[in-house]
């Protein structure tokens, strides 16, 4: 089988990547607009710290567990509120992890194939990628919302993976959260653990290697998929 291009998909190398917390830093639009909805319902609003802590499952999720730490459950409007206000505001004040913007177009000159998969909804993620820019880079995106799965199942990466034109022994996954380690493990995929973002060291654990930076990632990457 072979690409446009003319090459074997079995000689494309693919580099999947988490979002949040991997590429970009999230948090302050992710807070902003958790703390509008916090205030909307008269609780106390979370610091930074705090809500990096929660993301990664996506935004059910997300507002399950900061109305849990406020001994709450969320109302039957809340995740439809925090997605419509996120969404709109997704990339404020968002912002690249340093390294980004030269990283990934050269992976792209040496052939690799990059795409997104991300437990963020499709429609917010596409929305901050084209925003910073990134959007051109990415040969697909697959979003929490994007299949009937998503991580840590395996499937959403599998899926992301074939938007993208790649298969799993050419292919590598990297992100910040336990989730992405557990769904790469799963596809049968090794995954680089990004140490920046907002995943405790613990949640490295079957990882294959550790990255420092996003230069460090590309270059454990080149290591793991040689051409």
Known sequence: MTDVRGLSVASVRVLVLDLDGTLVDTVPDLAAALNRLM???GLKPFDF????????????????KAFA???????AAAVAEFSQDYAAHAAVDSRLFPGVVEA??????????LAVCTNKPEGAARHLLDALGLSPLMAAVGGGDSFPVRKPDPAHLLATLAAAGGEAARAVMAGDHANDVVAARGAGLPCIFAAWGY???????????????I?????????????
């Open 49 to 64: 710290t705090s809500t990096a802590a929660m993301v990664g499952d996506g935004v059910a999720r997300l507002v399950e």
């Open 199 to 213: 995943g405790p060291p613990a949640m490295a654990k079957g990882a294959v290697a550790v990255a420092r930076d």
């Open 215 to 227: 230069a460090d990632m590309a270059a454990i990457a080149r290591r793991l998929l040689p051409d």
């Open 39 to 41: 205030a909307s319902r």
């Open 69 to 75: 730490a406020r001994g709450l459950v969320p109302d």
């Open 104 to 113: 990934l177009p050269d992976l792209i000159a040496e052939g690799w194939r």
